[in-house]
């Protein structure tokens, strides 16, 4: 059986981006503190996260559009064993029935706002939504770091995504900045 761990390794040696270790144990605990049984993921790659908390006793939901990641994904889940549910779809428009105690947005940064809008209807009474990348590498707080255009223009998203989870009347939102690179976690008010 292949667990996190392998899958973590080979995603490192394949260049391919994962949540960070220090972000991935905040999401666990974040989960075993709100008692979170199911989880969506927005955004798979390998499926290292996806079996990590398969492993922690979740049951997952992760949708991925990528060819080549879901060949990837689908390899992994299958070699570790885990209950995890590849969705092959573009998180834009796939149709996802049934509610999630924790959904976890890690898909393409500049449609965090299309993601969240989508798939909050989905999230149980008491459940979460973490959205991970709220700090892009330090780059969100210094823009003057990067000079190229595209990164320039997600930083500007996630700064707008950031105003809009700030906005949101119905829903509180904590801003973890020093975990990882820096996660949102959001709920409803009561
Ligand atoms: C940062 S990686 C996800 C990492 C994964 N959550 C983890 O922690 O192991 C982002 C992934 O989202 C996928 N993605 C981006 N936009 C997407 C979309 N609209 N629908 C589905 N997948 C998307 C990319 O192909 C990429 O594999």
Redesign the pocket.
Known sequence: MKDSLEITKE?VVGM????EAEG?EELAALAKANNCRTML??????????VYMAEQGLTVTT????PD?IWQARRNIAESGQSVRLVE????E?DIRGTFDLI?I???KS?YRRFFERYAPLLSEHGIIVT??MKFHGMVDHPERTQNRHTRGLIRRLREYRQYLESLEDWETEFLDDRGDGIAVSRRKR
Request: hydrophobic share 55%; glycine share 4%.
């Open positions: 995603a391919v981006p994962v949540m991935l993921e927005i955004g798979t790659a390998v499926a290292r996260t996806a949708i991925e559009r990528d990641m779809a573009d998180a834009r796939a976890f890690d898909a393409a449609q991970d990348n």
